[in-house]
């Protein structure tokens, strides 16, 4: 997908991974975001804006054929929001573009098989221009735009193209009163860039 600034906006990006060990590269990457963000040569395509009715749009930006990270372009649109997920066992750097996102990071503190339990970690509400990083075992989290009129747009670099993650629901089996959730896997695809 084109954009103004793409090259800038790619060649930050390489370098940072170019790092390889995952704390040093997720630590670039959030700071290459936040000056990207920062940019006023970098934008973004107007697609992004556009939300989904039904759920948080994923666009494809930009994935490395060389160094096999990705890109996506997520729109929130009000009140949206995924479940406790994870990333499949990938680093990811995610940074706030346009308005504002809940995050709400969780650790397990119980399994059973497939049912699991967490504990809530704590909340931020990120804003424009703000980024953080994931990396496993600490990746399960939540993301919702608590806003009830405008929509959200952030960036998610993948350390490789997120095909799939394991979203965690109320497990219906014994009345999803117990606080055990089950896990399921969910295969992801991205959305036309409108």
Request: proline share 6%; hydrophobic share 40%; net charge negative.
């Amino acid at each position: 997908m084109h954009f103004p600034g793409r090259e800038r906006f790619v060649a930050a990006l390489d370098a940072a991974v170019r790092l390889e060990d995952e704390t040093a590269v997720t630590d670039a990457l959030r700071e290459a975001l936040v000056a990207l963000f920062a940019d006023r040569d970098v934008g973004l395509p107007r697609s992004v804006l556009e939300p989904i009715a039904d759920h948080y749009a994923r666009r494809e930006l930009h994935v490395s054929p060389e160094l096999g990270y990705s890109v996506i372009a997520m729109t929130w649109g009000p009140g949206q929001g995924t479940r406790i997920h994870d990333h499949d066992g990938a680093w990811c750097v995610e940074g706030v573009w346009h308005g504002r996102l809940a995050i709400t990071q969780y650790e397990p503190s119980g399994r059973d098989g497939e049912r699991w339990r967490f504990a809530g970690m704590g909340t931020i509400e990120a804003s424009p221009g703000s980024a953080g990083s994931l990396i496993p075992p600490h990746e399960y989290h939540a993301i919702r735009n608590p806003s009830d009129d405008d929509i959200a747009v952030s960036l998610h670099v993948y350390q490789r193209p997120l095909l799939r993650c394991h979203v965690f629901v109320p497990d219906e089996g014994d009345g999803g009163n117990d606080g055990w959730l089950r896990r399921e896997e969910r295969l992801l695809c991205t959305d036309a860039a409108g």
